[in-house]
């Protein structure tokens, strides 16, 4: 018989699986003109998604998951990320079958297109990365969704940055469980594990802050070798974008996350320091 851990497990392992479902077919079931064949495989990979998510969070011990055990890192990062594809599919469809939401949103993320489509901007370098035969449309419908999906992902890294600061995060009783939370994080490897722990959360905080910069290069090399990326798909245009702004936020947040982490254990070794000396002098 299962017991009542156990089973807890294995529902929050199935919602966290449908929730990645949904999140990730919820394009080509609200985009009119997805094609039937992609909507077909989009289908596919979200299953295969949800099995992953199910299979990871189902087991005692994470092995892929980071901060698994230090809520709410993780819903922040995906709640970021279905905010992002749910906006982005509804500028889309504000194009196809306009209503009052679907409006609002398109007319919102048109405001911060024309805001952050400065010379020098990700949101520009990203649109000289489309193609010439790009139309002006497309354009346009490029610059709001970056634009709108780039001042979310900078909202909720801001709000994060926040909580550390509040002593709001890692929420949860107990000490922080290095090796549960960080199971790709060797801390036994190596000098000292708060030394690395700074070291890797620069060099993450680092990669987020020039990724989105880096991308649209990376993009405008590809097409040398290969078909370029035109973002011109429904799908195409919901993914492109939303990881083109949610993965530099992830490895802000990653970078951030692991520098609290680092303190936590600084702290906590000055602590016992200091209760050992005392001890001994009372001694």
Not at 19 to 28: K, M, R, Y
Not at 51 to 57: M, V
Not at 176 to 203: C, E, K, M, S, Y
Not at 226 to 250: Q, R
């Amino acid at each position: 018989m299962k017991k009542p851990k156990e089973k807890s497990r294995y529902r929050g392992a199935w919602l966290r699986a449908l929730l990645v479902v949904a999140v990730s077919i919820f394009p080509a079931v609200a985009i009119p003109t997805t094609a039937p064949d992609t909507a077909q495989s989009m289908v596919l990979l979200a299953l295969v998604a949800g099995g992953i998510i199910f299979a990871e969070y189902a087991s005692e011990y994470p092995a892929l998951i980071e901060f698994r055990f230090a809520a709410p890192f993780n819903r922040t990062r995906f709640a970021l990320l279905a905010a992002i594809v749910l906006m982005l599919s509804m500028i889309l469809r504000n194009a196809v079958e306009p209503s009052a939401l679907n409006g609002f949103v398109a007319g919102l993320a048109s405001v911060f297109g024309m805001i952050l489509s400065f010379p020098g901007s990700p949101v520009n370098l990203l649109l000289g990365a489309l193609p010439d035969t790009a139309t002006a449309a497309h354009i346009a419908e490029v610059r709001d969704g970056a634009a709108l999906a780039m001042v979310m992902a900078i909202a909720t890294v801001g709000g994060f940055v926040a909580a550390i600061r509040m002593n709001i995060w890692p929420m949860g009783t107990g000490p922080f469980n290095v090796w549960i939370n960080l199971p790709t994080f060797d801390p036994t490897a190596g000098n000292d594990v708060v030394q690395r722990l700074h070291r890797h959360a620069r060099i993450n905080i680092a990669l987020g802050i020039v990724m989105p910069f880096l991308l649209p290069i990376a993009v405008i090399a590809s097409g040398m070798l290969m078909k370029p990326v035109t973002l011109m798909s429904p799908m195409g245009y919901v993914w492109g974008i939303a990881l083109w702004s949610f993965l530099p936020a992830a490895f802000v947040m990653r970078g951030v996350a692991m520098n609290r982490v680092a303190h936590m254990i600084h702290d906590s070794r000055r602590r016992l320091a200091d209760h050992d000396g005392g001890h001994y002098v009372a001694a």
